[in-house]
């Protein structure tokens, strides 16, 4: 498939034959979902803890006699039954992590392309680079539209335009080796540069 290659400033610089793996996909819906939840259970900090009965603040002394209360038998209030007492069961500090192989990886960021690109998502630019200059990268991001938009350069990225984009809400920029299905999704706009489309395939061949 073929796509228009833009400039910044809105001006066309030809066009781009993109490879049908990457981005001619039927994007399949299971695949990204279980992209995103490995990404996501990965990010979650899994520390989460409450204290049992052996760890409360509370005294040990036996609340009353064993025997001839008529009431049930109790060694101490810090039993889980009581206000105040321990908590059975509760989450403990863990991974929420798992495994995925880095074939399927691989194939969930294909689809991820290939989802942008089907629904007409996909931008193409020339380059991307800046002067370090915040409010005339702005307004040429303001003039093309983008509100929600993450760009993917090549191998690294040009740090006057990071320094430029850091400040622009709604903006993300990313080297080809950060790109990942999650934050493809998460904006409405995908914007590849020439040099991250050589990048992108050099990585998922």
């Given at each position: 498939m073929?796509?228009?290659?833009?400039?910044?400033?809105?001006?066309k610089?030809?066009d781009?034959?993109?490879?049908a793996?990457?981005?001619?996909?039927?994007?399949r819906?299971?695949?990204l979902?279980?992209?995103?939840?490995?990404?996501r259970?990965?990010?979650q900090a899994?520390t989460?803890?409450?204290?049992?009965?052996?760890e409360v603040?509370?005294s040990t002394?036996?609340?009353?006699?064993?025997?001839?209360?008529?009431?049930?038998?109790?060694g101490a209030r810090?039993?889980?039954?009581?206000?105040?007492?321990g908590?059975?069961k509760g989450?403990?500090p863990r991974?929420?992590?798992?495994e995925?192989t880095?074939?399927?990886?691989?194939?969930?960021?294909?689809?991820a392309?290939?989802?942008?690109?089907?629904a007409g998502?996909l931008v193409?630019?020339e380059d991307?680079?800046a002067e370090?200059?915040?409010?005339?990268?702005?307004k040429?991001i303001?003039?093309?539209?983008?509100?929600?938009?993450?760009?993917i350069?090549?191998?690294a990225?040009?740090e006057g335009?990071?320094k430029?984009?850091?400040?622009?809400?709604?903006?993300?920029?990313?080297?080809?080796?950060?790109?990942?299905?999650?934050?493809i999704?998460k904006?409405?706009t995908l914007v590849?540069?020439?040099?991250?489309?050589e990048?992108?395939e050099?990585?998922?061949?």
């Amino acid at each position: 498939m073929k796509l228009d290659v833009i400039k910044l400033d809105g001006g066309k610089a030809g066009d781009i034959e993109l490879n049908a793996e990457l981005f001619g996909l039927e994007p399949r819906a299971d695949i990204l979902h279980r992209l995103v939840r490995w990404q996501r259970n990965n990010a979650q900090a899994g520390t989460h803890k409450v204290k049992t009965r052996s760890e409360v603040s509370y005294s040990t002394k036996k609340i009353y006699r064993q025997k001839g209360t008529g009431g049930a038998r109790h060694g101490a209030r810090s039993a889980p039954i009581f206000r105040g007492g321990g908590v059975y069961k509760g989450p403990t500090p863990r991974s929420h992590g798992h495994e995925l192989t880095k074939k399927f990886r691989k194939l969930g960021l294909r689809h991820a392309l290939s989802a942008k690109a089907k629904a007409g998502e996909l931008v193409i630019i020339e380059d991307a680079t800046a002067e370090g200059k915040t409010a005339a990268l702005a307004k040429q991001i303001k003039n093309l539209g983008w509100k929600r938009a993450l760009i993917i350069d090549g191998v690294a990225v040009n740090e006057g335009f990071a320094k430029a984009a850091r400040n622009i809400e709604g903006l993300d920029i990313l080297p080809t080796m950060g790109a990942n299905v999650y934050d493809i999704l998460k904006r409405d706009t995908l914007v590849i540069t020439k040099a991250g489309i050589e990048a992108l395939e050099a990585r998922l061949k």
